[in-house]
């Protein structure tokens, strides 16, 4: 079963500048999340998509958005990039349900470097 | 109160050593519970889900106390291959549906 799958790997924008970031999950998941980490930081809950449709955001301003194809991938944008944007971005992907949860699967990420 | 709190740490233990990390969640409802292991610059891999009174896998053994509201994992027989960061995970059932709590996470050094 191939995983959760990010491009790029590594991405390099100067300020002001937007970026795009895209995500494939696991085959039979529908919801995919969004999250950054900064270096030497915590996990900060960005986008949750399920279905098509955002679920939920957490609290980053609007130039963060993103959205899910009919495939269940997913892409998010930032625009106007900002030197404190530079962080690993994670992608991960679940099985939707309302029921029992399962667990969240990780890509490898994508560094983006803000200069 | 955030919704999961962790030990940062770091614990630094020898080789061969147990060693335990305790995590508290605020809400009483929550059904599931995971824990994940991070090394430097990685993403997250899930280590194991925490089951109802607990469960093992191998040298690792997670619990699960309801009452107090807290997961633990104790690794036993620590390796050097054991060291990173560990994360505590858990997912409110509601209206809000799949949404993932985080802790900050707990480092782990073992030393030869």
């Known amino acids: 079963e191939a995983g959760v799958t990010q491009s790029p790997t590594h991405l390099i924008k100067t300020r002001g500048q937007q970026a795009t970031l895209r995500c494939s999950p696991i085959?039979?998941?529908?919801?995919v999340y969004w999250y950054q980490q900064p270096l030497g930081l915590g996990l900060q809950f960005l986008l949750w998509y399920d279905e098509g449709e955002e679920r939920n955001r957490g609290n980053f301003p609007p130039r963060f958005s993103g959205r899910q194809f009919p495939n269940y991938s997913s892409e998010l944008n930032v625009n106007a990039l900002e030197l404190e944007d530079s962080a690993l971005y994670l992608c991960?992907?679940?099985?939707?349900?309302?029921?029992?949860?399962?667990?969240?699967?990780f890509g490898n990420g994508t560094r983006l470097t803000v200069t | 109160r955030k919704e999961v709190e962790q030990d940062p740490g770091p614990f630094n233990v020898p080789e061969g050593a147990t060693v335990a990390f305790n995590c508290t969640y605020s809400?009483?409802?929550?059904?599931?519970f995971f824990w994940y292991r991070q090394d430097c610059r990685k993403e997250p891999k899930l280590l194991m889900s925490v089951y109802s009174s607990g469960n093992e896998d191998g040298r690792f053994t997670a619990q699960l106390n309801r009452a107090s509201q807290y997961i633990s994992l104790l690794i036993r027989d620590s390796k050097l291959s054991d060291s990173a960061t560990y994360l505590c995970?858990?997912?409110?059932?509601?209206?809000?549906?799949?949404?993932?709590?985080f802790g900050t996470g707990t480092s782990l050094t073992v030393i030869p």
């Open positions: 085959s039979g998941h529908t919801s």
């Open positions: 991960a992907s679940s099985r939707s349900n309302r029921g029992r949860n399962s667990p969240l699967h």
């Open positions: 809400n009483s409802a929550s059904q599931s």
């Open positions: 995970v858990v997912n409110p059932e509601g209206n809000t549906g799949n949404q993932f709590y």
